[in-house]
């Protein structure tokens, strides 16, 4: 499967971003999506996984200002990011697995090619 992820840009502190990963090829319906972010000299950090069945997941830092979701009509998997602070910039990365849906980066077998998101406080 191929992501494309976009949606990334210049948003100032308190302001609002929709980031969205489509996936080509394979059946999307089958897999568990998540976003990843990494900032410069940090690690890859998990910010939100959703399962096949809908069920999602979130980094304590993102809890209640970001949602995850995914239209399988669409085969696009979004990431709605309310209430940025300036810690939340980063390159954001979506990520496919068809048994993976944990918090631990190196289960995912596809990545997309990453977005910046710059949030100036």
């Known amino acids: 499967v191929q992501l494309q992820a976009s949606g990334g840009g210049l948003v100032q502190a308190g302001g609002s971003l929709r980031l969205s990963c489509t996936a080509s090829?394979?059946?999307?319906?089958?897999?568990?999506m998540a976003w990843f972010r990494q900032a410069p000299g940090k690690e890859r950090e998990f910010v939100a996984v959703?399962?096949?069945?809908?069920?999602?997941a979130y980094a304590e830092s993102v809890k209640g200002r970001f949602t995850i979701s995914r239209g399988n009509a669409a085969n696009t998997v979004s990431l709605q990011m309310n209430s940025l602070k300036p810690e939340d910039t980063a390159v954001y990365y979506c990520?496919?697995?068809?048994?993976?849906?944990?918090?631990?980066?190196?289960?995912?077998?596809?990545w997309g090619q990453g977005t910046q998101v710059t949030v100036s406080s």
């Open positions: 959703i399962n096949r069945s809908g069920g999602s």
């Open positions: 990520a496919a697995d068809e048994t993976q849906w944990s918090s631990t980066a190196r289960g995912y077998t596809y």
């Open positions: 090829g394979r059946t999307f319906r089958s897999y568990n």
